[in-house]
Nanobody, 123 residues
């Protein structure tokens, strides 16, 4: 049984930055890879970024150049640094994990999910 907990969400103005963090009790880059998704009401969960076991990131086109996924100082932590935020980035952000490697940013390929953290960007 694996538990993921997100933190760092909040309300910011357009153009500002925010960093999210995900902590798990059962994370190992040899067994699990981590990713970030986001979702707005009535829409499908959208892939944001993922981190493979070799440290190679995978980004959705919507966040390329603005978001950075990285391993935290602790092995069981992964971060999502978000910059140049716009109202289109407003969503609940979810941390996800599954067996490596990550081949695509498709929500259905991930079996372990956190509860999400709200990010609201005002114009």
């Amino acid at each position: 049984q694996v538990t993921l907990v997100e933190s760092g969400g909040g309300s910011v103005q357009s153009g500002e930055s925010l960093t999210l963090s995900c902590k798990t009790a059962a994370y190992s880059y040899n067994q699990y890879c981590m990713a970030w998704f986001r979702q707005t009401p009535g829409k499908d969960r959208e892939g944001g970024a993922a981190l493979n076991s070799d440290g190679t990131p995978l980004y959705a086109d919507s966040v390329k150049g603005r978001f950075t996924i990285s391993q935290g100082s602790a092995e069981n932590t992964v971060n999502l640094q978000m910059t140049s935020l716009t109202p289109d980035d407003t969503a609940i952000y979810y941390c996800a994990a599954d067996h490596c490697p990550v081949r695509s940013l498709e929500a259905w390929t991930f079996g372990i999910w956190g509860q999400g953290t709200q990010v609201t960007v005002s114009s």
